[in-house]
């Protein structure tokens, strides 16, 4: 195994020790239905009931208490990583500025500026928005904090496999959302250290898929990046990515799922296992569903990285689509009793 990879799990442990005043430890729920149709254990890993929503606090909180108190930081973000790095150095007491792409959702602005920290639109995706705060960082002498290329981020990350590992006896699978790579990088570490039976499985969004054809290329390649509902993956790589490398050691397989296979997950989260989850949460059950078959009689931990759905647009959308299956359901089954009813 990479030697990389062993001292990413070390980071992990002690970046463990550094973040936990300032995340919750988050449940790993068995699910209600899933397991079912697909004949093994499935057990939802809740980053979507973190303290900010999602996963990136971990990471932020990991940076942010490895630097000197009251140092000017710098980041990017899609949303996510903004609102757990503003979170995070409103806790910590960093100087933080956040640069964000012109296309944030609405609800996610709203909720990063709610911390009183400085932001900046910029850009029509979150890559142009990233080399927009590193050249911001080297112009005005800031500490740039990437949302998924620097150790101490990745190791953050890594914590969520450290309570894996104690809040199940065995875990065979487990099915992670991929974009810039730093969630599966540090998951995929400690497992592969502590763990190395779990196959790590990536699951990337067709429209958005910088990581996986990188690792297939074996180097950063450039991709063209379509909207998706898994718009916390969107974007690309920057060329000196340490992800790359520890993803290419710990990732042992990659499924990729279109939008329809994600809106359908979403779906299925909320009728089935009651769960509201952004996009990029329901790819790791799309990519699942997609490889059941092959899972039957395993544990499978679906990591669900996230749960900052956008009430202006996706939401409305989801509810409509789950009422509609819902009165479909409820129909077949008053027709299925008034059947019954006309058995002599």
């Known amino acids: 195994m990479n030697k990389d990879v062993f001292e990413t799990a070390a980071q992990s442990v002690r970046a463990r020790q550094r973040i936990r005043p300032f995340i919750y430890e988050t449940p790993l729920i068995p699910s209600r239905v899933t397991g079912r149709q697909t004949s093994s254990t499935v057990l939802f890993k809740a980053e979507n009931l973190q303290l900010t929503g999602s996963f990136k606090i971990r990471g932020a909180a990991s940076k942010m208490t490895s630097l000197p ?36 959702k609405a609800a996610k602005l709203e909720r990063i500026r709610s911390y009183g920290i400085d932001v900046i639109l910029h850009g029509a995706e979150t890559g142009l928005a990233e080399h927009h705060a590193q050249k911001l960082a080297a112009s005005e002498g800031l500490v740039y904090v990437s949302p998924y290329n620097d150790a101490d981020i990745i190791a953050g990350q890594g914590t969520i496999a450290l309570e894996l590992l104690e809040q199940a006896e065995r875990i065979d699978n487990i099915f992670i959302a991929m974009g810039g790579g730093g969630l599966i990088s540090g998951i995929g570490s400690v497992l592969k250290s502590f763990s190395p039976h779990t196959r790590i499985i990536g699951v990337s969004a067709a429209n958005s898929a910088a990581l996986a054809a990188s690792m297939k290329a074996g180097r950063v390649v450039e991709t063209d990046h379509l ?10 790589l920057d060329a000196d990515s340490l992800t790359l490398g520890l993803a290419m050691a710990v990732v042992d397989a990659v499924v990729t799922c279109t939008e329809a296979e994600i809106e359908a997950a979403m779906r299925d989260l909320l009728l ?35 749960g900052n759905v956008d009430g202006a647009s996706v939401l409305p959308a989801l509810l409509r689509q789950a009422h509609e299956a819902f009165e479909t359901t409820q129909s077949w089954t008053e027709t299925r009793f008034e059947r019954l009813l006309e058995l002599p």
């Open 69 to 104: 108190k009251n140092q000017p930081v710098i980041t990017a973000s899609s949303g996510n990583h903004g609102i757990g790095a503003a979170h995070a150095a409103s806790a910590i007491g960093q100087k933080l500025t956040v640069v964000l792409p012109e296309i944030v």
């Open 227 to 236: 909207d998706t509902l898994a718009e916390a993956v969107a974007g690309g």
């Open 272 to 306: 089935s296992e009651h769960m509201l989850v952004e996009g990029a949460a329901a790819l790791a059950l799309a990519g699942f569903r997609q490889v059941a078959e092959k899972c039957a009689g395993q544990t499978n931990v679906i990591l669900l990285c996230g």
